[in-house]
Each structure stands twice: as structure tokens, then as C-alpha cells.
């Protein structure tokens, strides 16, 4: 059974951190996330919603749900950064489901299909199965990693960071060769 999904961000990165160790697995998460992200906006902005004299798409539901969760982990800098990287992810998606339905899922489902191929390439690197497989919450986690790691390069939460590697271990690169040393 897993976790509760309301750690705080440190246990939450601490614990998708330790399936994501080799740096090309990290890398590949860069690019596949973004785009899993994105294909869920473009799937979710055709569909049309009213909450009164409010019309919202499914989409910026979804994003507004996971805000909520995200700066409610206890790192309100971490939780706005990847909420707002989001929201530019769900804005850039929003205009391809406006287009035909063939566009529209072309869009949706290429980049959907194309982001887990970067995902389960990179966990063939690390050699481990990708996180949200023991615990779904990973799924909420993969883009707060992501962009608390593009932080962390940028020289933000060090001690965060820090701890994080405390708990899991360094990044490495997995020696292809000998898997199992």
C-alpha cells in the first residue's frame, strides 16, 4: 500500500529521487515530462466546462487541483515554480485542441506516447522501474522533481537538495556493461 499523497515535498522528492539516481535517466525526465504534461493538457482543454457563469476546460481543472496539492507540500517557492511551469504547459496546449479532432489527437496522444518512450528510456539506464509503479502519487511528483531540479542546477534549495541526497545517495551514471556491480 502507498503512502500517504500528503508528505511533505522533501519526503515526496526524496522518494522519487531514489528510483531517479543516474543522470540520464534525470536528463531524459527533462524532456519526457513536459511533454506527458503537455499531451494531458491537450487532451483535457476540449473538454468544455461551466461552474456558473464560469467556462473552464478539464484541463485547467486538473491544473488548479494539483496546484492546490503542490503548495500544500510545505515548499510554497518549489510548489509556485511548478505550478506556474504547468500553467505555461497547459496555455501553450490549450490551442491544438481547438483544431480538428485528427490534430487534436495527433497532438494529444504523439506527445503523450513520445514522452513515455523518454521516460522508460531513461529508466532503462537506471535500471529500476519508474516510481509511480510503487506509489501513483508519483505521477503528481515527476514535475515537481523535474523543476526542482532544473532549481537546484540554478543554485536554489541547496539545503533541500541537499538532504535529498542525504537520504538517497548521490547521481551517477550506471555502468551499462557490468548492470550489477
Do not use: C
Request: aromatic fraction near 12%; hydrophobic fraction near 55%; proline fraction near 4%.
Amino acid at each position: 500500500m502507498a503512502a500517504s499523497p500528503f508528505r511533505p515535498a522533501l519526503d515526496l522528492m526524496a522518494q522519487y529521487a531514489s528510483y531517479h539516481r543516474d543522470r540520464r535517466n534525470i536528463a531524459t525526465h527533462f524532456v519526457g515530462i513536459p511533454l506527458i504534461v503537455f499531451a494531458i493538457g491537450v487532451l483535457l482543454a476540449r473538454a468544455d466546462l461551466s461552474l456558473g457563469a464560469v467556462q473552464l476546460t478539464a484541463a485547467w481543472l486538473l491544473w488548479g487541483a494539483s496546484t492546490a496539492w503542490y503548495l500544500t507540500r510545505g515548499n510554497l517557492v518549489l510548489g509556485l515554480a511548478v505550478s506556474a511551469v504547468n500553467g505555461l504547459l497547459m496555455a501553450a496546449a490549450e490551442p491544438l485542441a481547438a483544431g480538428s479532432v485528427g490534430n487534436w489527437l495527433a497532438w494529444g496522444i504523439g506527445a503523450f506516447v513520445l514522452g513515455w518512450i523518454i521516460q522508460f528510456l531513461g529508466h532503462y539506464y537506471e535500471g529500476k522501474k519508474p516510481a509511480f509503479v510503487d506509489d501513483l502519487v508519483g505521477l503528481l511528483v515527476g514535475p515537481m522533481f523535474v523543476v526542482g531540479e532544473a532549481m537546484f542546477a540554478l543554485g536554489w534549495g541547496q539545503d533541500l537538495a541537499g538532504e535529498i541526497e542525504r537520504r538517497v545517495g548521490p547521481t551517477h551514471l550506471r555502468d551499462l556493461a557490468h548492470p550489477l556491480a
